[in-house]
């Protein structure tokens, strides 16, 4: 759902004061994560992580304010109409955007990304579809970068980023057409500065 890219984008990347107020709160960040992975009601959500319903209720109407979750459905239960939502915006930002938000902002984003896809990837460890097929992809490096090294390998991770909304749509014409059922699939990409390890002991070669 929440993406940082360091490219630039026209109006999609805008950040205006609905959506700056959306974010603005730890909990609704939270809301818009869970979202992502499906359509919830506030009921779910306060049921699901023990939060108070006045509260949830307050931020998933906030959020719906700001255009960020729409309702997609509803049900009877108990005597009321209980509403579903789900996002409806994504969440772009160019290097320079994300650095002119708030630093708490910006760590809660950063952990909710983070977070979000260590559920993902844990739910399908604990169901055995982290293994499922032989072309899965499970791997991460250490690298020893210049700033320029590290902007071309970003550059590099944001080209893939642009196109997986086309291998999307290109998948789904062919199911339209074969009746293949969806492989629902989680596309983590990460790259970031980390700390010098503590048994890097700048060794030099014999």
């Given at each position: ?9 026209e ?29 919830m ?5 306060a ?41 409806c ?28 896809f ?29 700033e320029?090294?590290f ?44 700390p ?11």
């Open positions: 759902m929440f993406s940082t890219t360091r490219q630039r984008r109006s999609d990347e805008l950040i205006d004061a609905r959506f700056a107020k959306a974010i603005a709160h730890p909990l609704r960040v939270r809301i818009m994560v869970e979202l992502d992975r499906g359509p009601s506030p009921a779910e959500y049921a699901k992580f023990e939060e108070e319903t006045e509260n949830v209720w307050y931020h998933f109407r906030i959020l719906a304010e700001c255009d960020c979750i729409e309702v997609v459905g509803e049900r009877s239960r108990r005597g009321a109409t209980e509403h579903f939502y789900a996002n915006q994504h969440a772009l930002f160019s290097e320079e955007q994300f650095s002119r938000l708030p630093a708490a902002v910006r760590g809660s984003i950063s952990a909710s990304i983070l977070s979000t260590m559920d993902q990837a844990a739910e399908a460890l604990l169901t055995n579809r982290l293994d499922s097929h032989d072309s899965r992809h499970l791997t991460w490096q250490r690298l020893e970068l210049d320029e090294g902007a071309e390998v970003m550059g590099r991770m944001d080209e893939l980023f642009e196109w997986l909304p086309v291998a999307q749509m290109a998948a789904h014409q062919r199911m339209k057409k074969s009746d293949e059922k969806p492989l629902i699939t989680a596309v983590g990409l990460f790259g970031f500065e980390c010098k390890p503590e048994r890097d002991h700048d060794l030099t070669s014999p």
